[in-house]
């Protein structure tokens, strides 16, 4: 399946590193078997963790695979483990990788791609040296940093980079190969995905989770910051669920602390966890409790996503989709040259 190939890569379909550990080793291998970009959801700040994950990814794929991390927290281990196991990429989003740990990663071999929300932290990426700029419009599901829609970032980012080879990914509602081509026409070289990732097979999400997807639309999503007020102050953007529409109005002190009830819990990665109410942590798959009463983010672009599939399939999909629009396209918007006039009367 290789089409418009990025960064080395078959293709430009990008996994999301969705958190805490939705985009595991399963899905990550899944997508990188199918020619896309896998990026691991990376544990904060753990060395052996974060190489437990990756040696896990490659028990399941021969392909070349990345990790994302979140630069809002002290990350020096997980790094440190990314750069020893010399993965193929890293992702880096919220907050600045300056040009000296660029050109650590490069020194291993790492080509490093940097998550934006604004023209402004592109140009501060492009400065630092990074491989690939992933702009996310507000569409986008779970942390949206941004507040511009993906059709107005995309094309500025794309101006802002230039000539100088560094390919652009969007991010936020595709959901299906139409999303892709447009893209593309918004001068793309790839998209990243997150939300149609989550309702696949292989996605480390609670069934439960994956099951509420198919029944949200565009309308149904809201961006908020009720979710982790305690820990740290983000907007999301989550599915409207009961729960969320009951409490979105809540006064700022309503926060996750250690009053609020505890909803569920679960294992991330090897670590047991309690659940608290509004916290933003999602369920995964071993996920127990209230599962009404935890966060779902979703993207605009959940009203696409209507099955849940091997996520090697949704690859494919893009794929195979996207080379037949653009073919169509070109058929009908595309006026046939002479030569090709003529060899179509040859071979009559």
């Known amino acids: 399946m290789k089409f418009g190939g990025i960064l080395g890569f078959d293709n430009g379909v990008m996994l999301a590193p969705m958190g805490v550990d939705i985009a595991g080793p399963e899905p990550v291998a899944a997508v990188a078997n199918a020619g896309g970009i896998g990026l691991i959801a990376s544990p904060v700040n753990d060395y052996a963790l974060t190489v437990k994950v990756i040696n896990d990814t490659r028990k399941l794929t021969n392909k070349p695979f990345g990790a994302g991390i979140f630069l809002e927290f002290e990350q020096e281990n997980t790094i440190r483990a990314i750069f020893d196991e010399k993965l193929a990429c890293l992702q880096v989003y919220w907050g600045d990788f300056p040009k000296k740990m660029v ?9 490093v791609i940097h998550q934006v929300g604004s023209v402004k932290a592109a140009e501060r990426a492009i400065a630092a040296g990074v491989d690939c700029i992933v702009a996310q419009g507000s569409e986008a ?46 001068g ?14 292989e996605a480390y999400a609670n069934d439960y989770y994956k099951q509420q997807l198919l029944h949200y639309n565009e309308q149904q999503t809201d961006r908020t910051e009720l979710y982790e007020r305690y820990n740290w102050k983000a907007d999301v953007r ?7 529409e009951q409490w979105k109005n809540a006064p700022h002190f309503v926060q996750n602390d250690n009053y609020q009830p505890i909803v569920g819990k679960t294992i991330f990665f090897t670590k047991e966890a309690v ?10 798959r071993p996920t127990t409790g ?52 003529a060899n179509d009367h040859s071979e009559d």
């Open 275 to 284: 659940l608290r109410r509004f916290s933003g942590q999602v369920m995964n």
């Open 188 to 201: 793309a070289q790839g998209i990243n995905v997150g939300t149609r990732f989550i309702a696949t097979n």
């Open 141 to 186: 599901g779970g942390h949206v940093a941004g507040t511009v829609s993906l059709t107005a970032l995309v094309p500025r980012i794309v101006d802002a980079v230039g000539n100088r080879g560094i390919p652009v990914v969007a991010a936020g509602s595709i959901a299906d190969a139409r999303g892709y081509v447009a893209a593309l026409a918004l």
């Open 103 to 111: 050109d650590e990663a490069h020194k291993r071999g790492i080509k």
């Open 290 to 341: 209230n599962l009404e009463d935890m966060v779902l983010y979703a993207g605009q672009g959940v009203g696409l996503v209507n099955d849940i599939v091997p996520a090697g399939e949704v690859v494919k999909r893009f794929v195979d989709g996207a080379k037949a629009i653009i073919q169509g396209l070109s058929k009908n918007y595309l006026p046939e040259s002479k030569k090709d006039k």
């Open 238 to 244: 989550c599915l409207r669920a009961p729960f969320y």
